[in-house]
Nanobody, 125 residues
Framework: VQLVESGGGLVQAGGSLRLSCAASGFIFNDDAIAWFRQAPGKERREGISCLNSKGQITYVANSVKGRFTISSDNARNTVFLQMNSLKPEDTAVYYC??????????????????WGQGTQVTVSS
């Protein structure tokens, strides 16, 4: 499985960005896929949202509820993260993560087997 994120950048507070994760070798109908982020100076990656193998959103972090939405285009093997009403505290490196052999989601980083290289999102005030 190879995951490649794109779509990050610099945006003003209140703006929007759409991140993409191209997932080669990943079977959307079998396994779960998620978005995480790691803010500057933080050691732990924060789980943002996750799609289970049925394409259902089963996890959304409280910090992004109502603002961020995960979705997928299975035909293009791509998962997206639509981010609206961005805040400076959303500044982080955003990662796509996939698990092998499980259809369930988790907000725990150690649950996932594959990670992308990350894409930087910077929100200015």
């Amino acid at each position: 499985v190879q995951l490649v994120e794109s779509g990050g950048g610099l945006v003003q507070a209140g703006g929007s960005l759409r991140l993409s994760c191209a997932a080669s070798g990943f079977i959307f109908n079998d396994d779960a896929i998620a978005w995480f982020r790691q803010a500057p100076g933080k050691e732990r990656r924060e789980g943002i949202s996750c799609l289970n193998s049925k394409g259902q959103i089963t996890y959304v972090a409280n910090s992004v509820k109502g603002r961020f939405t995960i979705s997928s285009d299975n035909a293009r093997n791509t998962v997206f993260l639509q981010m609206n009403s961005l805040k400076p505290e959303d500044t982080a490196v955003y990662y796509c993560a996939a698990v092998d052999g499980s259809s369930y989601c988790s907000g725990e980083p150690s649950y996932y087997d594959h990670w992308g290289q990350g894409t930087q999102v910077t929100v200015s005030s």
